[in-house]
């Protein structure tokens, strides 16, 4: 059995100020993708609440949804900011690939928001890539904060 190279394990990189924010990062980006899912819920609750009392406009909707919108956007540029962040402290491959997967995602994840308003049918597929962004931000979320609960032990 082999031993992982440096590239793909730096003990150390916990310990270097970009491995610091690679962490923060990682954990203020979960907790950004968990407030975005809320104000998913809260756009669609409150079209339906609206037309409960009168009919309601596009504009209604669109309101309705503009902060789910644009932290949106401020989470793809946070993606952005932990995949470079990794691959400017050589963080190791697995924090790179999956940074790198968690960026292209946020992109599918863009892309299918705005495309779903002209055919909506692809709808469904804005809310599974959701649960790919969820879940690969929260992993890499969880596996920095473990390893640096290890470290410091």
Not at 46 to 63: F, G, L, P, R, Y
Not at 111 to 129: F, Q, R, V
């Amino acid at each position: 059995m082999s031993t992982p190279s440096a590239a793909e394990v730096n003990p150390d990189s916990d310990k270097t100020a970009l491995g610091k924010v690679f962490g923060w990062l990682a954990a203020v980006l979960f907790i950004a993708v968990v407030v975005q899912v809320g104000l998913a819920g809260y756009g669609a609750f409150h079209a339906v609440h609206a037309a409960d009392h009168s009919s309601i406009s596009k504009k209604t909707i669109e309101n309705a949804f503009n902060a789910h919108v644009a932290l949106g956007y401020i989470i793809v540029l946070v993606m952005l900011v932990l995949f470079l962040v990794a691959l400017a402290g050589r963080l190791g491959k697995r924090n790179i690939k999956l940074s790198g997967a968690i960026v292209v995602l946020g992109i599918v994840q863009a892309i299918i928001g705005i495309a779903s308003e002209s055919t909506p049918a692809i709808g469904p597929l804005h809310t599974i890539n959701a649960l790919g962004i969820f879940t690969t931000t929260g992993l890499l979320a969880h596996r920095t904060m473990a390893r640096r609960r290890r470290t410091v032990s």
